[in-house]
């Protein structure tokens, strides 16, 4: 007959207890981890040369719009592969963004304006939106601004053409916005 350690656990609990810490070490690092290679794996555009233009971007508090000028440099890569692009427009407590999928030609700029807007945002994300084997991938940030001026007075835009359309709104937490862009 065997005699009982009761100073001791047996070894099936022991056993037990030690697969729930492992499986509970494993989620814990893959929470912490999986966004970190999620970003490693989101593709990076910024040979598409994408930049916000400060001459024509800024917030006119008279007609509650945001203008928005994006710029794509002459050597960016073919115009094809650009699809549309992403803005993240925030304001302290909250996140709007929205997509366009008219975008600037090569060597050319577009200015973009979103209505309904009823102050000045702290500031200006972009993202392209790229085909990549026959779907639309969206690319890290390429841009940011900051310090976005807000103007009275009444502008032209060259060529005359402004892209309108609608910001959807979030909470700035948690935020849909591609990290690891380095801004």
């Known amino acids: 007959m065997r005699e009982k350690n009761k100073r001791g656990i047996s070894e ?4 037990v207890v030690l697969i729930l810490v492992v499986i509970i070490g ?8 999986f966004p970190w290679f999620s970003q490693l794996l ?12 400060n001459e024509y971007t ?17 050597n ?4 094809e592969n650009l699809s549309s692009i992403k803005f993240y427009v925030y304001w302290n407590k909250e996140l709007r963004v929205g997509t366009r999928e008219s975008v600037p ?23 392209p939106v790229v085909f990549v084997d026959g779907k639309q991938k969206l ?21 005359g053409e402004l892209d309108f359309g609608d ?17």
Do not use: C, H, W
């Not at 800024?58 to 002459?74: C, G, H, K, W």
């Not at 690319?139 to 940011?144: H, R």
């Open 76 to 79: 960016s890569l073919s115009e």
């Open 167 to 183: 910001l959807d709104v979030f909470p700035a937490e948690p935020a849909p916005l591609p990290n690891g862009s380095g801004v």
């Open 105 to 127: 030609d090569i060597g050319g700029s577009r200015v973009y304006a979103f209505r309904g807007l009823p102050n000045k945002p702290t500031s200006i994300k972009i993202a």
């Open 12 to 15: 099936v609990v022991s056993t």
């Open 139 to 159: 690319g890290k940030i390429v841009d940011e601004l900051n310090e976005i001026r807000e103007m009275n007075e009444a502008f032209e835009v060259p060529g």
């Open 42 to 53: 989101k593709p990076d555009f910024s040979s598409l040369g994408l930049q916000i233009g």
């Open 26 to 33: 494993v989620g814990i690092v893959s929470y912490l981890l």
């Open 58 to 74: 800024f917030y006119a508090p008279a007609n509650e719009t945001l203008y928005i000028q994006v710029m794509r440099d002459s």
